[in-house]
């Protein structure tokens, strides 16, 4: 793997340059965390497309400050997209990451091939106990979401990356983040979404429950879902070889 940054944003990819042969995936993470989430993934994947887990403005090692609103970080990673000019994009999100996914999809949908939306929503309200919990007890913030992340059947061991992104995470820069989950609501906007979608969503997620996930494939016309057993939100560190087959299987269906 490869760390960097380029035009500010901080990544990690499977190689770098780009091979102009392959389609390029972009990886997004969720609240409070960076790039480092998606290492199964950019390794694992590596031989079927290009692969990048960017770091978010605020993150990870992205300069700059977090946002509160999943426009601006929506505008970042379209603004990272065209400064690369790689052959087929494809974004992948998990959480707020999938949040900036759909926007993406909704307002710039000529600069992206396909979208993969992973534990994810047209909305993400936020509990209000999660705010005071980041304002009051940071670190146990960071306790409680690892283990609210997590199926009760994944090694935690698998998820202590999770739990190491979060605490690194400048509380004030999570706080924003969930600010901006909570403010995201695009349901009346999903029969807008054209190109090709693979809804993610986990048995045992907790978060986001997967009949939110259900929703997002009804109501996206090109959408197809895959469940995935044994796994919480964070289904792409508790079960990365499923994940990372079901990508390839929908990059194949796609054509990318």
């Given at each position: ?184 609501d695009v349901t009346g906007r999903l029969s807008k979404i054209v190109l090709p979608v693979l809804v993610l969503t986990a048995e045992d997620d907790q978060l986001t429950p997967p ?46």
């Amino acid at each position: 793997m490869v760390e960097g940054t380029a035009k500010g944003i901080g990544y990690l990819a499977g190689c770098w340059p780009s091979d102009p042969a392959k389609s390029t995936i972009f990886f997004i993470h969720g609240a409070g965390g960076s790039s480092l989430f998606w290492q199964a993934q950019v390794e694992g994947l590596a031989a079927h497309a290009n692969t990048i887990a960017i770091d978010l403005p605020g993150h990870g090692r992205s300069g700059g400050n977090g946002c509160d609103n999943i426009q601006d970080y929506a505008r970042s990673v379209i603004d990272f997209i065209k400064a690369l000019d790689v052959s087929n994009p494809v974004l992948c999100g998990i959480s707020m990451g999938g949040a900036i996914t759909q926007q993406v999809l909704l307002d710039s949908p000529n600069n992206v091939k396909a979208g993969i939306l992973m534990g994810t929503g047209c909305t993400l309200k936020v509990a209000p106990i999660i705010f005071e919990n980041i304002e009051n007890d940071y670190p146990g913030f960071v306790e409680l979401l690892t283990k609210l992340s997590a199926s009760k059947k994944t090694d935690r061991r698998l998820v202590q990356p999770f739990r190491d992104d979060l605490a690194n995470c400048q509380p004030e820069v999570t706080h924003g983040d969930f600010r901006a989950c909570d403010h995201f609501d695009v349901t009346g906007r999903l029969s807008k979404i054209v190109l090709p979608v693979l809804v993610l969503t986990a048995e045992d997620d907790q978060l986001t429950p997967p009949a939110s996930g259900e929703f997002l494939a009804k109501n996206i016309d090109r959408a197809i879902r895959v469940h995935i057993m044994d796994a919480g939100h964070i289904a792409p560190m508790e079960k990365p070889e499923a994940v990372n087959r079901t990508i390839i299987e929908f990059l194949d269906q796609t054509g990318l």
